[in-house]
């Protein structure tokens, strides 16, 4: 187990790298109580999301089918630099949810198709609090779908692709400020699609140890449809400031590169292990293109961003206690891709450290029941503001983040 | 099998307890407990308009509210051993009346009405006065009368009359008198004393002090583009030895201070705005053409030279440049752009010159806020009273304002609200081109808390600029 264990370690040496940002979780009851540790595990189709090169171990007479839903709860509590005041962000469910389906066409190759949305988050602030100018609520959601081929290459090896339709939908709130008008404010929304590809391989040496090597293409949501509005500015600003507007953006989701290995200690108990490397750097900063109303010219609205590229640690457990009944646990451990200077309360992360605990039990010999909740802790961040650079809009503190995950869902296989 | 229901209650209950679960999911953080360290608890304020919250060209009772120490005194109270602090308030309504944005002008000037002020006790008209006849008004005498207030900003008082007696007092209120109306109101009915000795009087008591006095000195003349009255150099020295009564008596046993540099008054909108070649590339992108600004020369009367970057039009005049006005050419009259014509020069008021005016006024404000000569400065002064240093950048004993507003120049952002010295749009300077909006006074406050908490080890919370209203009315 640690042979293979130290090979791994190269492959991540001399990349400056942190995984979570705006990742919702792993995308399935059975892989959030793990940890998410599933780029080897072949127990879970959600797995398929993760790794397309598993999708070739289920190319046998079953058809399977895994749905279930996920609620994200993201919260953050700030405390101002200078003014000490405590402000915590108002509780907000992210939804989210997840079905996978697989079927083998013959013994070599396999379909599956994996409906998730594994990139979104809901930040909502008290609207009268202090970074009010800066943001009051943004929220992303993204839904993912991705037919998948999968090959059993031999018995020992499988290798899967499949290409991802990606949608989402972006919307920005925060307070004008500079008024006095408490509800002056501007809102942006707006939707839009891309396209990505994911690959992966999966492998066994002997009965009890397997890996798996995975690799999912950034993915880019080009939103042309975008509409800001403007409320509560004075008539001298009119012009300014247009009631309503057009704007494009694109929002980028990272390319990700996971490795793991899964071994059986026992019949009974599995750990698994994954690494992964999100290519946040992608996401550079938030561009809003505004188009020119009226007597207004065109503009951008740019938000700087800077990520830089994210590694994640993550172990899981399976024990099996009895034919029905199956335990999950899992640990792991998130770099943010959130940098130091361009903490921004729109979206706040931090690096984290998560525990989670899952179940699944055996309705019926082919129906089984499976939840699982996790919970994230952050690093205390703290935010330093220069006020002379008035392009960087923000507001000085310190944030403390807590991410609680709960997923519950239904795996089928006739 | 036991039905699962709810009653009401226990409903409730469920409700309750859930709420409590998901409440608990927002994590926890120390929030800073706000401390004093040093005693607070009776704050004495000492200057001049700006201290006592003039803002848009007059005091009312709601920019007194907003003045910069009535602020800070708000955020001593939420530290431990903050006083109360005692204002001079005007009645709702009464006061001078303040100036409101009426609109702005195509070349983007704002235009300002002046909403009267009501209530008035007396008023006498110096038809005399610099710059056409002036109307003093006597205001209701304050509340706080009998024992002075804890704000002591006198608008419009100069250093050099701090020991004129009698200038609270009414019978000097006469065409051409030494007379401060904001500082008759302060005092009893016919009371003659100096502000030195009023100073003196509420110091008694006072555990803390902010000094900020001095640019009323200067700003009739720097109002009057240098056509009302005279600055010299040999002023700096009088304002100096004044400041040292005053502050003799403000620091004496010790007692703990902030000592407030002047601004460079550059960075003021009133000049600011009006910055010559700025002004001049304003006006003719504006107009299309080439024209260059003239002003009258202030060495060879009757002539005129073409502006500098170092001559600051004042921003009061700057929607009347470029207008058509009747000009004497020979035998003729002819109609030519104000200022944008060398027939038809700026004229001295309106316009402060390089060398016999500005360089002299910056020279002034250097050697009050911390120049070497036989007086001790402001820099000097807070030295020499042991008082600590409170901008480690600049290894400075007083608290240099000049660097808040020279930032607030160049834009600043507080909480994604951008600042900058554009009055109206900018929020911080208010439509007198000079004085302070309520947001503007709370970056002031906050800038003297952050000295405080600097200088002093203390734990003030600063104000939430953003919360405050854009003007004062």
Redesign the interface.
Known sequence: MRQPFLFLIPVFCGLTASASGYDSGPQGARVLGLGGASTAYINSIAGMSTNPGLLGQWADSLTRVSIGGIGQIRRTSFVGQDTYQRTDQDLVVQPGGYLYATHALNKRVALGLAITTPYGYHTKWPSTWEGRSVIQESQLNTYFVQPTVGIRLNDNFSAGVGVVYAFGKYSQRRALGQYDDPNAQTQFSASGSGFGVNAGLYGRSGDNLSFGISYRSTVQLKMNNGTLTTTGVPTRDASLAPASSDFTTRVSMPSTLSVGIADHITKKLLLTFDFSLSGWSAVDSLKLNVAATGSTPARTQSSVRRYEDALSFRVGTEYQVNPKLTVLGGFHYDETPVRDEYINPEFLDANRVGVSAGLSYQLTSRLALEGAYSFDYGQLRTARVSQNDEKVSNVAGTYRLAVNTASVGLSVAF | MKHFSFTLSGRAGFVAATALL??A????????T?TAAIDLSHYLAVGDSYTAGFSAGGLTRTSQQYSFPNLMAQQFALASGGGSFTQPTLEAGTGTGYLN?L??TATGQPRARRVAGAAVRRSVIDPAACGGPDTVRLFTRSATASALPQNLGVPGLKLSQIEVAGLGNETNATPGGAFNPYFERLLPAADSRTYLQAVTTAASSATFFTYFQGLDELMPYIRSGGTCGTVSTSLAETMKLNARKILDVLAANGRKGIIMRLPDIKTLPLLRQGQGKNVEARLQAFYHDNALIYIESPFVPGTSQPITDEDYILATALPRIGQLTPVQVGSSILMLPYGRDARNPIRNADVLEKASELNILTGIITTYNGGTSRALSLEGLAKLYKLPIVDPAQSLYTLDTGLLFT?VG?????????YSAEP??G?FFSLDYYTLTPRGNALLA?TC??AINRAYQA?I????V??L???AQ
């Open positions: 998901l409440n999911c927002a994590p926890g953080q120390d929030t800073p706000p944005l609109d702005f930032n160049n834009s600043v952002a507080i909480g994604g609200v951008v109206v749009r929020n906050n808390i952050t734990n919370p600063a104000v939430d953003n919360k209203p854009t003007t």
